[in-house]
């Protein structure tokens, strides 16, 4: 596509359930990384996947966060018995892998969950 | 380990004036430095990037940067801003050598422009 593409674009859910959030990156980008934006938190790493390398989980906050990243392209967020810290918008980017890291990364627009 | 801070949370200024955003970031190593803009309801745009070369940097919609590596700098200005500029910066490192490529962001500077 032209753009990271998120879905859904909006989520409600209440405390305890489960939710996905998906991530569909520009085409050809092997990178891909996601991230949460929490009011007054700013922009916190959650993780990131490269081509087969094993992914760098380290901002994963809790083992109720787990991503994957299937065929090297669209990615799921899960997030296990949900808590409402955990409202926050969550951002998918993606960037070209070759030519280092200066290259641009690019977002989505972002999920936005509510935990009620 | 890389910190950034962006030194002012909220910058109130009017219409036509100049501004100027600032960041500056810590880091063991060696980093590239971006400047990402978020409109109300969207997502991060990219403002412009350092990588190498000449310090001032231009990017998108007038805007500009210099990196200062003795002061670990990279502030972010404009000459004369519209309302339409109205919206959250973040200033943003990358380490040019590691194994992860992840984007270190700082706490975000609201930009108000007021009529």
């Known amino acids: 596509g032209a753009g990271v593409s998120q879905s859904p674009s909006n989520k409600v859910t209440e405390k305890g359930k489960d939710v996905e959030l998906r991530c569909d990156p520009i085409?050809?980008?092997?990178?891909l990384y996601w991230y949460r934006q929490s009011l007054g938190q700013g922009l916190e790493f959650l993780i990131y996947?490269?081509?087969?390398?094993?992914?760098?989980k380290s901002g994963l906050p809790s083992d109720r966060f787990s991503a994957e990243r299937t065929g090297g392209s669209v990615s799921t967020l899960t997030i296990q018995r949900t808590q409402q810290e955990d409202s926050a918008v969550y951002l998918c980017?993606?960037?070209?892998?070759?030519?280092?890291?200066?290259?641009?990364?690019?977002f989505g627009e972002g999920s936005w969950l509510t935990v009620v | 380990a890389q910190s950034v801070t962006q030194l002012d949370s909220q910058v109130p200024v009017f219409e036509e004036a100049p501004v100027e955003l600032r960041c500056n970031y810590s880091?063991?190593?060696?980093?590239?430095l971006f400047w990402y803009v978020q409109y109300p309801n969207q997502g991060l745009q990219l403002l412009l990037k350092y990588l190498s070369g000449s310090t001032l940097v231009k990017g998108i919609n007038g805007f500009e940067a210099e990196f200062n590596k003795s002061q670990t700098s990279f502030h972010l200005r404009k000459p004369s801003v519209h309302i339409s500029d109205t919206a959250e910066y973040f200033c943003a490192v990358r380490p040019i050598s590691s194994n992860t490529g992840k984007l270190i962001f700082g706490q975000g500077t609201t930009l108000q422009v007021k009529p």
């Open positions: 085409s050809g980008h092997t990178a």
């Open positions: 880091s063991s190593v060696s980093v590239y």
């Open positions: 980017a993606s960037s070209l892998a070759t030519g280092g890291y200066g290259n641009t990364i690019y």
């Open positions: 996947f490269q081509g087969n390398s094993a992914p760098d």
